[in-house]
Structure formats: C-alpha cells, structure tokens
C-alpha cells in the first residue's frame, strides 16, 4: 500500500494456469520482488494458514486479509463530477518537473530498448487508453524503472484522465515515450527526416569540479595510492 503498487499482478505473472494459487518458492520471490523480507519459517507458516492440500499458497485469500487488494486515491469515484482540478499558479512549474522527469525516462526507455506499451495494454483488454493508477505504477515498476513515490505521483498527477481521477492516460504518457524511436505520421509524409534522441554515455562527465575540489581529489588519490604502495596491495582484481 506504502508503494501503490497492484500485488496481485506480480502473482498473476508466476500463476499461468490462472487457478489463483503459486508455489511457496514463487511466493517468496514474489515478495522479495516487492522488497519484503520473508525467511522460510515465515514462508512456512503463511503455507500452514493459506495453502491447500497441495502446499500451494491461494493467493488471492492472503492478499484479501492484507487489505492490498484495493488502493483509493483520495475519494472513492461518484461518477459524478471530475475531482481533478488543475491549478493555474503552479501548473508551470509542474510542467516543467514532468517534462525533466520524463527526458530522464527517455533516456532510460531507449537504453534499455523498453516496450513500456504492450505491458500497459496487458492491463487494458477493451483498449481504450486508460488504466487504474496502481496499474500504471506497477507497470512501471515491474520494468525495472524505479521512481521515487513523490515522482510517480506527479507522473500520476499530469496524465490523470478528467473523466475518472482514478484512471491514468497511459496512452498519452507511451506515445510521448515512443516518439524518440519514430513519428506516426510518417505514412503521410514518408520523405519527413527524423531527429535522433541521443542518449548520453556513462562516461560522460555530469559535473565538472571547482579548484578546490579538483585539489581535494588529487590528495585523495595520492592518499589511496601511497596505502596501496605500502600495503603492496593488489587492488584491480577487487574491482
């Protein structure tokens, strides 16, 4: 609940016969996934309460007495009027934190060649574009994209559908993704160049340092390496 995420799509991935249950090993890797600490014994005695004759643990019945299987953002949806309300003085400077946020998983995305929309559409069977929050976020974090909470939620915030505060456009969010691979309106216009999206390398300087730290950097070098000279250590095979 404290990472909004959907705990139950992270079984549904290991439980491919869709009967609801997983191995007391998958229900350990499950939950190391979700950086919960769970040693054998515990395992064990999660078996004994929720496994069936078999030893399988029914997963839907621990997530239901976990009360995860349900996340509210805010108030529950009327059906009424939207509850989104974007404000005007800071809309701006959000903007503009969402567009930074967005070029750092740009960069990410096209790193890692990460096909973000066929995951999306795995929670959106009628596609029609939009998906509950903590799908999006797990999405997202099912891929190895690791935000932190105050940036998935404003990534939740700017492409919130109107229409349900409970849904995210994740179409508008993929297609921006997207755009630094191709364009799709180049069946009508086949002759339009493309720029590239340049990803920096890791050897890229991100900073550069000032005399002082220059300096300070140059004694400790000498520092580790006047210990290595003395300690005739060899230290490239530690690295």
Same mark, same amino acid.
């Given at each position: 609940?404290?990472?909004?995420?959907?705990?139950?799509?992270?079984?549904?991935?290991?439980? !491919?016969? @869709?009967?609801?249950?997983?191995?007391?090993?998958?229900?350990?890797?499950?939950?190391?996934?979700?950086?919960?600490? &769970?040693?054998?014994?515990?395992?064990?005695?999660?078996?004994?309460?929720?496994?069936?004759?078999?030893?399988?643990?029914?997963?839907?019945?621990?997530?239901?007495?976990?009360?995860?299987?349900?996340?509210?953002?805010?108030?529950? +949806?009327?059906?009424?009027?939207?509850?989104?309300?974007?404000?005007?003085?800071?809309?701006?400077?959000?903007?503009?934190?969402?567009?930074?946020?967005? @070029? !750092?998983?740009?960069?990410?995305?096209?790193?890692?060649?990460?096909?973000?929309?066929?995951?999306?559409?795995? @929670?959106? $069977?009628?596609?029609?574009?939009?998906?509950?929050?903590?799908?999006?976020?797990?999405?997202?974090?099912?891929?190895?994209?690791?935000?932190?909470?105050?940036? +998935?939620?404003?990534?939740?915030?700017?492409?919130?559908?109107?229409?349900?505060?409970?849904?995210?456009?994740? &179409?508008?969010?993929?297609?921006?993704?997207?755009?630094?691979?191709?364009?799709?309106?180049?069946?009508?216009?086949?002759?339009?160049?493309?720029?590239?999206?340049?990803? $920096?390398?890791?050897?890229?300087?991100?900073?550069?340092?000032?005399?002082?730290?220059?300096?300070?950097? @140059?004694?400790?070098?000498?520092?580790?390496?006047?210990?290595?000279?003395?300690?005739?250590?060899?230290?490239? $095979?530690?690295?």
């Amino acid at each position: 609940m404290r990472e909004r995420l959907d705990a139950k799509s992270f079984f549904q991935d290991l439980d !491919r016969a @869709h009967h609801f249950k997983v191995t007391g090993k998958q229900f350990k890797q499950i939950l190391t996934l979700l950086k919960v600490q &769970i040693d054998d014994s515990e395992v064990a005695s999660v078996v004994r309460v929720y496994g069936n004759k078999l030893g399988d643990i029914e997963y839907l019945r621990f997530l239901d007495d976990c009360k995860c299987l349900e996340y509210v953002i805010n108030e529950p +949806y009327t059906g009424a009027k939207s509850t989104y309300r974007p404000s005007a003085s800071s809309f701006q400077q959000a903007s503009s934190d969402v567009r930074t946020l967005m @070029h !750092r998983l740009k960069e990410l995305v096209k790193r890692d060649r990460i096909r973000l929309g066929e995951f999306f559409q795995d @929670h959106d $069977p009628l596609r029609k574009g939009r998906i509950d929050a903590t799908k999006f976020r797990t999405t997202l974090y099912a891929q190895k994209i690791q935000l932190s909470s105050e940036e +998935y939620q404003r990534l939740e915030d700017y492409y919130r559908d109107e229409a349900n505060p409970t849904k995210i456009r994740y &179409i508008d969010f993929n297609e921006e993704l997207e755009a630094i691979f191709t364009e799709k309106d180049l069946e009508k216009c086949p002759t339009k160049t493309l720029s590239e999206f340049k990803v $920096p390398s890791i050897l890229d300087a991100r900073n550069s340092l000032s005399e002082a730290e220059e300096q300070e950097l @140059h004694n400790t070098l000498v520092r580790i390496g006047t210990t290595v000279r003395n300690t005739r250590l060899l230290i490239k $095979p530690f690295f």
